[in-house]
């Protein structure tokens, strides 16, 4: 992720990564809309008053949306409304990629291993491949030892393919 | 770790992810479309010179003469006392555009509802004695937000 020019537009800006900062988002949230809720605070936030901080913006937009998304589950009476919309239309399936048609198939493999790692492993695993933070940032998102990271991380990969392909890797 | 991982790894670094929608595109473009109005009000271009060329003449008008330097006041003059003639014989707002912003989202998330109100501002002076008069105009946007609630 590079970093932002003082006169940057923030269109150009989230449009290359305003999608990475979505899926990290959704590991956090409890449906898409709500992620886009915590993107968009956690965004304009950071557009408004730390972009000109300088630096690595990722570590910083990340926690911020983290925190966004903390709070945002606080808040009871959005919850329960959530909720209820949760029940009615059943669990949150919007898809986490894109794909073309050929692909589908494949990108529905991953995504659907993905939804079946737990939770703790899919939010390493997103925060280190889409989010692109090094295990030490991850360590301090999240509270957690650089180690425990890098070990959630490969049991998460690891996890991945047995879900995704069962035959292939244990036959 | 092993190749099999690695391969993995990089397979998914490459998957396309889905886009952000247009909703959260308006969204932040809004919230910061709506910045650069606070930092910048929309004033007309006469403005830019108008509002110091009125202030200056105010100052000059008003500024009490026995606190100029000397050599600003070669000579006695009764100015002063022509300043103090001058009353304010009219004020009015102007109400000359409004804007409904439409449903906008507040710093700790609530909804609210934003209008914009633009005004101008008038006071308008005069020397009953001379019939000189001066004339203050300022535009004011006021900002309304209204918090939303859903029953």
């Known amino acids: 992720m590079e970093l932002i020019s003082k006169d940057a537009s923030w269109n150009d800006w989230f449009q290359r990564y305003g999608p990475k ?15 886009e809720d915590v993107v968009q605070d956690a965004f304009v936030r ?31 009476d959005r919850r329960r409304r959530r909720e209820e919309v949760a029940e009615s239309d059943g669990a949150d399936q919007s898809r986490f990629f894109h794909a073309t048609l050929e692909q589908d198939e494949r990108t529905q493999q991953i995504e659907q291993g993905l939804r079946n790692l737990s939770e703790t492993q899919r939010e390493v695993l997103v ?15 999240l509270a957690i030892s650089p ?21 292939e890797y244990h036959g | 770790m092993d190749e099999d991982l690695k391969k993995l790894e990089a397979e998914l670094a490459a998957m396309p992810l889905a886009e952000t929608s247009s909703r959260l595109h308006e969204g932040i473009k809004q919230q910061l479309d709506q910045d650069e109005l606070t930092e910048k009000p929309a004033n007309p271009g006469w403005l830019q010179w108008a509002l110091p060329l009125a202030a200056a003449l105010i100052i ?9 330097p000397d050599r600003l006041a070669p000579e006695p003059s009764n100015e002063s006392s022509v300043v103090a003639d001058f ?53 004011r946007d006021e900002v309304r937000v209204i918090p939303l609630s859903f029953q």
């Not at chain 1, 925060?127 to 998102?141: M, N, S, V």
């Not at chain 1, 425990?148 to 690891?158: D, E, H, I, K, N």
Request: charged share 25%; net charge positive; aromatic share 8%.
């Open chain 2, 60 to 68: 000059a008008i008003v500024w009490p003469r026995d606190l100029q």
């Open chain 2, 87 to 139: 009353k304010p014989i009219a004020s009015e707002e102007i109400l000359y555009a409004a804007h409904d912003d439409g449903v906008v989202q507040l710093a700790d998330g609530r909804l609210a509802r934003q209008t914009r109100r633009s005004y101008l501002d008038k006071v308008v002076w005069r020397n009953p004695e001379t019939n000189a008069s001066l004339t203050w105009s300022v535009p």
């Open chain 1, 127 to 141: 925060l280190k491949i889409w989010g692109e933070l090094t295990f030490d940032e991850i360590a301090r998102q």
């Open chain 1, 46 to 76: 950071f557009w408004r008053h730390q972009r000109h901080l300088g630096g690595d913006p990722r570590p910083l937009l990340l926690t911020s949306i983290r925190r966004a998304a903390t709070d945002l589950a606080r808040r009871e």
């Open chain 1, 21 to 35: 900062l979505l899926l990290c988002a959704r590991q956090w949230t409890r449906s898409a809309a709500d992620a």
């Open chain 1, 147 to 167: 180690n425990t990271a890098a070990s959630r991380y490969r049991y998460a990969l690891g996890a991945l393919r047995e879900n995704m392909n069962p035959v």
